[in-house]
């Protein structure tokens, strides 16, 4: 019985990803739990796996667009796990092999094929010769045939992409965006076009943060094992803003307002592939160590490849810290469908008045981008106030260390 392998259901709104590498082959048996490949979304990678043991047939190249629910292979579970592979070890006997892969050759170029492959060899204009069986005997499979037109593929992509990649005069580069850059391209693009994002700016005195952060960094780490950073406090600081203006703490639904009435705050993070967003559940009832810990922990996940999709989704608003790059100030772009996203930037010393004189302090640009069809101009500008104070007075923080 041939049971179907569909893409899953990645996150409420992603519609589809891309198939990126095939971790086995087509005609080769796979056991239960085993990786048959990477899906890539515009989020995350994630490791699709076989639920019963079987043959697989790939139906779909590496590289290709899928949509969720769509079959992109099929596992024969009437199959056993052939006992040929200790043949394959027992074959040091190479005349054996090499008598056969002349005349062998020859064969499959004419009658030796089965229908299926015959089809497969015809259509993608292949040498059944050039072709590695393993089928009984070295023939041809279907999985064989399906492997050798993926690869010629991949290859001839390869070398296409070479030829483009140099202009003849060395002026300029040419490189294919990958799906997954495509991908996330139109997600920004869908973002910019689907809401109306206007952005506020205010800035915020860190003196009382850094202060703070000096006097109990000690006793912090000793006690909970991670050290206390800057973003346990604008977590927090957003909790009590998105308190004070609820608004921002929703999202639109076709004609409806959704308000959220609890608080998931996503986290921007930095990788090779590109920003992610793991969310921190339930921020307003955790505490300073549990929400650096969780940050710390996403950190290293994304770092490594290893978050999952629940890690990514579901957020009700999100902070970005360009600042950790040296930007000075930017306008961030939403993470839909969410309303709000504020941007913390890097902490400069600069000249401010305190009480009609001139002092350096540690300053830091706050950017608050959101969506005017559900947050007005004064809500905006309220919450990034409430930003503003909780940071400047941490005391109004509830601080439990």
Not at 74 to 100: L, N, R, V, Y
Not at 278 to 283: E, H, K, L, S, Y
Not at 289 to 303: C, F, G, M, S, V
Not at 315 to 330: D, E, H, P
């Amino acid at each position: 019985m041939s049971i179907e392998v569909k893409i899953p259901a990645v996150g409420e709104s992603i519609s589809s990803g891309v198939v990126s590498v095939w971790h086995k082959k087509s005609g080769e048996f796979v056991n239960a739990g085993e990786a048959l490949f990477t899906l890539d979304t515009d989020k995350v990678s994630t490791e699709i796996t076989a639920e019963k043991s079987g043959v697989l047939d790939a139906l779909v190249p590496a590289g290709q667009e899928v949509k969720i629910g769509e079959v992109v292979a099929t596992i024969d579970d009437s199959k056993s796990a052939p006992a040929k592979s200790e043949p394959a070890e027992k074959k040091p006997a190479p005349e054996k092999t090499e008598t056969k892969a002349v005349p062998l050759a020859e064969e499959r170029s004419t009658t030796t094929l089965s229908p299926a492959v015959r089809r497969i060899v015809e259509e993608e204009h292949l040498e059944p010769g050039k072709i590695s069986g393993t089928g009984m005997d070295g023939r041809l499979t279907k999985g064989d045939a399906l492997a050798a037109a993926q690869n010629r593929g991949a290859s001839e992509d390869k070398v296409d992409s070479q030829q483009d990649r140099q202009s003849a005069d060395g002026r300029f580069t040419r490189k294919r965006m990958s799906p997954l850059r495509r991908k996330i391209a139109a997600q920004l693009v869908m973002a910019q076009q689907t809401a109306a994002i206007l952005t506020t700016f205010n800035e915020c005195d860190m003196s009382a943060v850094q202060n703070l952060r000096a006097k109990s960094q000690d006793a912090f780490t000793k006690k909970n094992g991670v050290k206390l950073g800057f973003m346990s406090f604008f977590v927090k600081a957003c909790v009590e803003a998105l308190k004070a203006v609820p608004v921002v703490n929703g999202r639109i639904e076709d004609d409806d307002f959704i308000q959220n009435n609890f608080y998931d705050i996503g986290v921007a993070v930095g990788t090779e592939r590109g920003l992610v967003v793991p969310i921190v559940r339930d921020a307003d009832r955790k505490g300073f160590a549990d929400l650096e810990r969780d940050i710390a922990d996403y950190a290293t996940k994304a770092r490594e490849g290893k978050l999952k999709i629940e890690d990514l989704t579901g957020g009700t608003f999100t902070i970005s810290n360009g600042g950790v790059y040296g930007s000075l100030l930017s306008t961030p772009i939403l993470n839909p469908p969410q309303t709000g996203i504020l941007g913390m930037h890097k902490i400069m010393p600069r000249p401010v008045a305190i009480d009609g004189k001139v002092e350096v302090r540690p300053m830091m640009y706050l950017a608050l981008s959101y969506d005017h069809r559900a947050v007005d101009g004064k809500e905006a500008v309220t919450f990034l106030i409430k930003v503003k104070e909780c940071i400047e007075d941490p005391k109004k923080l509830a601080l439990d260390f």
